[in-house]
């Protein structure tokens, strides 16, 4: 069964840092493209940074030179750490994959359950 875990969400004040962690199945892993999203009350689940299994990113506009994403494949786990967190960072943070369809015979994708960060002003 594959599993997403994340872990590192918490309350912190503006300007802070924490560093998330989401530690996938090894079976999905080395073929995954591996990302972060984030959901705020009452808006849309949005892309945070993403990170391919060549090690490119991708990164929101509202993140950039904020956030890092990396990914250790020895310990089949993506990380983002955040920085300079401001109040509007506030969300349930989520990891995805998505598995290439060379895996699976079709591009598949499976989501965390979630981790709530919360930045105080």
């Known amino acids: 069964q594959v599993q997403l875990v994340e872990s590192g969400g918490g309350l912190v004040q503006a300007g802070g840092s924490l560093r998330l962690s989401c530690a996938a199945s090894?079976?999905?892993?080395?073929?995954?493209?591996m990302g972060w999203y984030r959901q705020a009350p009452g808006k849309q689940r949005e892309l945070v940074a993403e990170i391919t299994t060549g090690g490119s990113t991708r990164y929101a506009d509202s993140v950039k030179g904020r956030f890092t994403i990396s990914r250790d494949n020895a310990k089949t786990t993506v990380y983002v750490q955040m920085n300079s967190l401001k109040p509007e960072d506030t969300a349930v943070y989520y990891c995805r994959a998505d598995v290439s369809p060379t895996l699976l015979g079709a591009p598949f994708s499976y989501w965390g359950q979630g981790t709530q960060v919360t930045v105080s002003s």
């Open positions: 090894k079976s999905i892993f080395s073929a995954s493209t």
